[in-house]
């Protein structure tokens, strides 16, 4: 069983950063894609961006030249830098676990673009 525990969301102005942080504990094998996933009041939840165990990227076009995906591998934590934030941005991020036998899903961190 796999763990996911997100920290680092919160309300912050248009134009401003956050950094979101997901840990995971637990037991997977195989090569493991770890990614953020965000769904806004109304709407399906949407890829932000995944990274792979060997570093591969993928970005949705809106977040592209804004957000960066980062993972340590030692610490089985993966990172969204976000910047250049825009009310669009706003709503519940997920982390997710991906692997051969096991995706799993983090509770979710509010984050909120506004002035």
């Known amino acids: 069983q796999v763990q996911l525990v997100e920290s680092g969301g919160g309300l912050v102005q248009p134009g401003g950063s956050l950094r979101l942080s997901c840990a995971a504990s637990g037991r997977w094998f195989g090569i493991s894609r770890m990614g953020w996933y965000r769904q806004a009041p109304g709407k399906q939840r949407e890829l932000v961006a995944t990274?792979?165990?060997?570093?591969?990227?993928n970005y949705a076009d809106s977040v592209k030249g804004r957000f960066t995906i980062s993972r340590d591998n030692a610490k089985y934590t993966v990172y969204l830098q976000m910047n250049s934030l825009k009310p669009d941005d706003t709503g519940v991020y997920y982390c997710n676990l991906f692997s051969p036998a096991v995706n799993s899903w983090g509770q979710g961190t509010q984050v909120t673009v506004s002035s």
């Open positions: 990274i792979t165990s060997g570093g591969s990227t």
